[in-house]
C-alpha cells in the first residue's frame, strides 16, 4: 500500500534540535490529518487539514507546527521537543468533509532523547 | 469527547466470536472502525453513518444503534488473521473531518 507515504520511518532527536516529518498522499483527497500514537494514549487527533486549510487544532503545544502547501503534502515541524514527546505520529488522508475513510500512512516512530 | 469502547481486551480460540461495543454521550454523526496490527498502521473496516444501521463484509459486520451513541463490532468464526487492536472512531457532527479514537480494544486469537 503506497496510497499515503511518511518520511522519515524512524526519527531520533534531541530535545534542542529541530526536525520535520514529511507526508505525501497519492490519492487525490483534499482531508489530511495528524495523529500522535503514544504507548500509554490512544491515537490522539492533532491537527485537520482540508482544502489545504487547517480546521482543527486539539489544543496541540506550539512545539509542533504543522504546515499544508497542497493537498497532497503535509509537514509537522518540530522543535524543542520534551521525552514525553516521543510517540509514533501517524499521517492520514481522506476525500470528502465528512464520514470519509481515512487512509494511514505507516507512521513515523519518533525518540525525543 | 472521546468515546469508551470495551472489553479493554480479548483472548479467543480460533472460530470463537467476540463483541467490541463503543459508545458516546452524545448522539454521533458517524462512526468508523479500524483494526491496527502490531507496528504497522490502522487499516479501515467501515464506517456506519444511519442509526439503526447495519453493515459488513465476510465475517466482520457492525451496527448503529438507533439513538446513534452506541456501534458494536461483531467479529464471527475468528482467524488468526482477526488479531490487533480495534479502533472505533467518532464523528460528533459532519462537515469538519475531526475523528476522536477510543482507547482500544486488544484482540488476541490462537489457534
Known amino acids: 500500500e503506497t496510497g499515503v507515504t511518511q518520511t522519515p520511518r524512524h526519527l531520533v532527536m534531541g530535545m534542542t534540535n529541530k526536525k520535520s516529518l514529511k507526508c505525501e498522499q497519492h490519492l487525490g483527497h483534499n482531508a489530511m490529518y495528524w495523529y500522535k500514537q503514544s504507548a500509554k494514549k490512544p491515537l490522539e487527533l492533532m491537527f485537520v487539514?482540508?482544502?489545504?486549510?487547517?480546521?482543527e487544532n486539539n489544543s496541540v503545544p506550539s512545539r509542533f507546527s504543522p504546515e499544508c502547501p497542497n493537498s497532497s503534502h503535509l509537514f509537522l515541524h518540530l522543535h524543542t521537543l520534551q521525552p514525553e514527546d516521543s510517540a509514533l505520529y501517524l499521517c492520514?488522508?481522506?476525500?470528502?468533509?465528512?464520514?470519509?475513510?481515512?487512509?494511514f500512512g505507516p507512521g513515523t516512530r519518533l525518540t525525543v532523547t | 469527547q472521546q468515546p469508551v469502547q470495551s472489553p479493554q481486551a480479548v483472548i479467543l480460540r480460533e472460530g470463537e466470536d467476540a463483541v467490541i461495543n463503543c459508545s458516546s454521550s452524545?448522539?454521533?454523526?458517524?462512526v468508523h472502525w479500524y483494526r491496527q496490527k502490531h507496528g504497522e498502521a490502522p487499516i479501515f473496516l467501515m464506517i456506519?453513518?444511519?442509526?439503526?444501521e447495519q453493515k459488513g463484509h465476510d465475517k466482520i459486520s457492525a451496527s448503529f444503534n438507533e439513538k446513534k451513541q452506541q456501534s458494536s463490532l461483531y467479529l464471527t468464526a475468528s482467524q488468526l488473521s482477526y488479531s490487533g487492536t480495534y479502533f472505533c472512531?467518532?464523528?460528533?457532527?459532519?462537515?469538519?473531518?475531526?475523528?476522536?479514537f477510543g482507547a482500544g480494544t486488544r484482540l488476541a486469537v490462537h489457534p
Open positions: 487539514y482540508n482544502f489545504k486549510e487547517q480546521t
Open positions: 472512531g467518532t464523528e460528533i457532527s459532519g462537515g469538519y473531518n475531526k475523528l476522536i
Open positions: 452524545k448522539a454521533l454523526y458517524s
Open positions: 492520514a488522508s481522506s476525500q470528502g468533509t465528512s464520514g470519509g475513510k481515512q487512509y
Open positions: 456506519l453513518l444511519k442509526g439503526g
